[in-house]
């Protein structure tokens, strides 16, 4: 049981380039949840997926693109990476929606744009 | 959104100490986390504690629901203890919505 799993541990990007950043769970959880953490910040919401084919936005979802194809995978893409894209990402899910249910969260994902 | 405001934002303490770190929230809220984050980034869930208190070797944490807060008690400090703690609850009328984290308190574990 590997629980969540986040592909690549690293990045380096040009300024325009894109990218797809992979977040798998061998848990069967229903939610998943992509965040970034900026410097000397908590954790922000970009975009969450409440089941296979689902999305939606969170805090701060401009610049991104997700897609959930299949229960166990999460998508993060970035079409077009900017300097201000610069930051750790984190992924996280959970068993469904009741109160009792934690989050559980990926190694990170260190992104810096250029 | 909920606001979640962590305090002391920067913590020094010898090797040994006992701290208290708080937790306040704006608006009633359910999953109530605390997590660690080490040197390398890595988040490791401490509790989840959305009311009571509960234990866990030298840490514990108490949440008061109904005056919006929550405490995570640390004692007997180590320098392994070092790194950054956040809280981090979910609006209670959010549904499916993500965690709402504060900006942490920085701890430093001096030997």
């Known amino acids: 049981n590997a629980g969540v799993t986040q592909t690549p541990k690293f990045r380096v990007l040009k300024t325009g380039q894109s990218m797809t950043l992979l977040c798998a769970q061998d848990?069967?959880?229903?939610?998943m949840y992509w965040y970034r953490q900026d410097p000397g910040m908590g954790l922000r919401l970009i975009h969450y997926?409440?089941?296979?084919?689902?999305?939606a936005k969170g805090e701060v979802p401009d610049g991104y693109n997700v897609s959930r194809l299949k229960k166990q995978n999460f998508l993060l893409g970035l079409e077009s990476a900017a300097p201000s894209q610069t930051s750790v990402y984190f992924c996280?899910?959970?068993?469904?929606?009741?109160?009792?249910?934690?989050?559980?969260f990926g190694p990170g994902t260190r992104l810096t744009v250029l | 959104g909920i606001q979640v405001e962590q305090s002391p934002p920067d913590l020094i303490l010898q090797e040994g100490a006992n701290s208290t770190l708080r937790c306040n929230f704006s608006?009633?809220?359910?999953?109530l986390q605390w997590f660690h984050q080490n040197p390398w980034g890595q988040l490791i869930n401490l509790f989840y504690i959305p009311s009571g208190t509960k234990q866990n070797g030298r840490l514990s944490a108490t949440t008061v629901a109904t005056e919006r807060y929550s405490l995570l008690y640390i004692s007997s400090s180590q320098t392994t203890d070092s790194g950054v703690y956040f809280c981090?609850?979910?609006?209670?009328?959010?549904?499916?919505?993500?965690?709402?984290f504060g900006k942490g308190t920085h701890l430093i574990i001096q030997p």
């Open positions: 981090a609850g979910v609006y209670s009328g959010g549904g499916a919505d993500g965690l709402t």
């Open positions: 997926s409440v089941g296979e084919g689902t999305t």
């Open positions: 996280a899910s959970r068993p469904g929606l009741a109160v009792t249910d934690t989050q559980y």
């Open positions: 848990m069967n959880h229903e939610y």
């Open positions: 608006d009633s809220v359910n999953n």
